[in-house]
């Protein structure tokens, strides 16, 4: 099994940046594949960043240029460091980890953080 727990977010005004953590606990092994995804009220879950085990990001459109996923291996810890904030950007965020990127399916999530840009 494995825990994820989500930091960093936090009300901020449009322009300003912010960096959310995501610590992993348990059976690791199973999360060589790590993800952000973000949903706002009323909006479809989507997913924004993805990042292999061997360090390959992938991006959606809206958050190209803007946000970088990283990890920290060691510590077990993938980041999401966004800049620029929109208010478009408020949402709730989620950590994701499934044991590899071909995987359909995440397998584990986290509870969340929340971001708001006004």
């Known amino acids: 099994q494995v825990q994820l727990v989500e930091s960093g977010g936090d009300s901020v005004a449009a322009g300003d940046s912010l960096t959310l953590s995501c610590s992993a606990t348990?059976?690791?092994?199973?999360?060589?594949?790590m993800g952000w995804f973000r949903q706002s009220p009323g909006m479809e879950r989507e997913g924004i960043a993805s990042i292999t085990y061997e360090g390959v990001t992938l991006y959606i459109d809206s958050v190209k240029g803007r946000f970088t996923i990283s990890q920290d291996i060691a510590k077990n810890t993938v980041y999401l460091q966004m800049n620029n904030l929109r208010p478009d950007d408020t949402a709730m965020y989620y950590c994701a980890a499934k044991r590899q990127c071909s995987d359909a399916e995440w397998t584990y999530w986290g509870q969340g953080t929340q971001v708001t840009v006004s």
């Open positions: 348990g059976y690791t092994d199973g999360t060589a594949c």
